[in-house]
Every structure is written in C-alpha cells, then in structure tokens.
C-alpha cells in the first residue's frame, strides 16, 4: 500500500452502469493531482471530508484493460483515509 498526503479539490460522485464510487482530486503539491476512488464503504469514510480539507489515503493500484476497447488503465484506489 502506498500513502498520499493532500489537500483535496474535488470530489466527484459518478455512477457507471450501477458501480458507485466518489473519485477525490488530492494535490499533493501544486503541480501534480492524483485522482483517487472510494468505493463501497470507503465513500462513507469519505463523507467527513470536503474541498479544501488536508488528509492521507492509503491506496493501492489496480490495473486493469477493458474488455471492449483494450484500453489500459491504472487505478488509485482508497483503502484508508484520515485528516493530517
């Protein structure tokens, strides 16, 4: 597992073909953004936190090729989150 420090952006709900998940915009400096998923459980740990607010996510990194185009992808994906 890795550790992201940040200040999150935004946060977005999405609802793709029933998968809930909230995707977080964390700014770990000025110059790079991570975007993170919380899904199942973890968009409610999620709740707590808004734009603006400073926290560290444990994420791991889930890779995965779409079955329809090909196309490869690579996922942050929220298993711990808590205030710095």
Same mark, same amino acid.
Request: proline share 2%; glycine share 6%.
């Given at each position: 597992? =890795? =550790? !992201?420090?940040? =200040? +999150?952006?935004? +946060?977005?709900?999405? @609802?793709? &073909?029933?998968?809930?998940?909230? $995707?977080? =915009?964390?700014v #770990? @400096?000025?110059? %790079?953004? &991570?975007? $993170? *998923? ?5 968009m @409610? *740990?999620? &709740? #707590?936190?808004?734009?603006?607010d400073? +926290? %560290? $996510?444990?994420v791991v990194?889930?890779?995965k090729i779409?079955?329809?185009?090909? !196309? %490869? ?7 711990? $989150?808590?205030?710095c």
């Amino acid at each position: 597992m =890795t =550790t !992201i420090k940040g =200040t +999150i952006e935004h +946060i977005e709900y999405r @609802d793709m &073909a029933g998968h809930k998940k909230k $995707v977080v =915009t964390l700014v #770990p @400096d000025h110059r %790079q953004r &991570a975007f $993170v *998923e919380f899904r199942g459980f973890m968009m @409610d *740990e999620l &709740a #707590p936190y808004k734009e603006n607010d400073e +926290i %560290q $996510v444990s994420v791991v990194l889930e890779g995965k090729i779409s079955k329809n185009s090909g !196309i %490869q992808y690579n996922n942050l994906v929220a298993k711990e $989150v808590k205030a710095c």
